[in-house]
Structures are given as C-alpha cells and as structure tokens.
C-alpha cells in the first residue's frame, strides 16, 4: 500500500482495538463496508444531484475509514483502497455520468409537458438541480451541464 493520507476528507478512522473490544471493531467495520457498497452503488445510479453528491462523500469517508482499519480488522472483498482512490481520481467522470442520468430523467418528464412555458420552467429546475455543488463541479462539467439546460430548453431532446 501506497499509505496515502486524505487530509481534506478529515476523516475519523473507524475506532480501534485499543478502544474498543475486537468484535464491536468487527461489528462496526462490517457496517461500514455495508454503507460503503451501497454509497458507490447509489453514485452509480441515482438521477439526482443531491442524492449523488452526498452519497459520493459518504462512500469516499467510509471508505478511507475501513482503509485504516485494516490495521484493526480483516475484510474480504473489493481493493477498498484501490476503489477509493478511483473514486476520487474520478469524480468528475462520475459527475459526467450522473448529469447524463439527470438529462434522460428531465428529458422524459419534459417530453410529458404540453406548453413552452412548463418545460422551459422543467429545463430551468435541470440547472438549480446542480447550483448548490457548483464548487464541485469542474468546468467542463459546468459547460456540459450549461450546453443540454440550453437543448431542454430548446426542446431539442
């Protein structure tokens, strides 16, 4: 292992055998794993950018906590160190996929709407969904996110 540290997570390792009996360290490491999974499996599906971005920093802290306690506890499975770090390298190509299952979303919902007037307003819901991650977000994924909120709202779907 590389021992990569993640300041900027600020991540609180899982408590360890000094602190807590071998078995409840077990315990809890083993929920942890389950979180972890479902975070990443949530990232790679859900079609809003709440969801996402939450779920996106709990997967990266529970994971970088069961990368220390590996000192503690045994775990089967995946590389939790290699797909960490892949989640984070990649973030934006995350950020990517998931702007494009938010457009398929509002693309069918826009389709259902009879007048301009609700689907621009539709097109217009497409863009505030992103504006609280804003600063998560790179640039080109800005202007990704700028180009199909213009097509909605040209109803070029």
């Given amino acids: ?3 990569k540290s993640y300041p900027e997570y600020g991540t609180t390792p899982l408590p ?7 078995p409840l360290c077990k315990l809890n490491a083993q929920n942890f794993l389950k979180q972890y999974n479902d975070s990443i499996k949530i990232v790679g599906s859900t079609k809003k950018p709440l969801v996402f971005f939450y779920r996106y920093d709990f997967a990266v802290k529970r994971g970088i906590a069961l990368i220390y306690a590996r000192r503690y506890v045994r775990m089967s499975g995946d590389n939790i160190e290699k797909k960490t770090n892949q989640l984070i390298e990649h973030k934006q190509e ?5 702007i494009d299952r938010v ?3 509002y693309s069918e919902k826009i389709n259902k709407l009879k007048t301009q007037k609700a689907k621009v307003k539709k097109a217009d819901d497409f863009e505030l969904s992103f504006a ?3 600063d ?3 640039q080109e994924n800005i ?3 700028n180009q199909i909120t213009e097509r909605l709202r040209q109803g070029v779907i």
Avoid: G, K, L, V
């Fill in 16 to 22: 360890t055998s000094d602190t807590m009996p071998a």
């Fill in 1 to 3: 292992s590389n021992n």
């Fill in 143 to 145: 202007e990704y996110i």
């Fill in 136 to 138: 998560e977000i790179s």
């Fill in 132 to 134: 609280p991650f804003i």
């Fill in 94 to 98: 995350f950020i990517r996929q998931m």
């Fill in 103 to 105: 457009y398929e979303d």
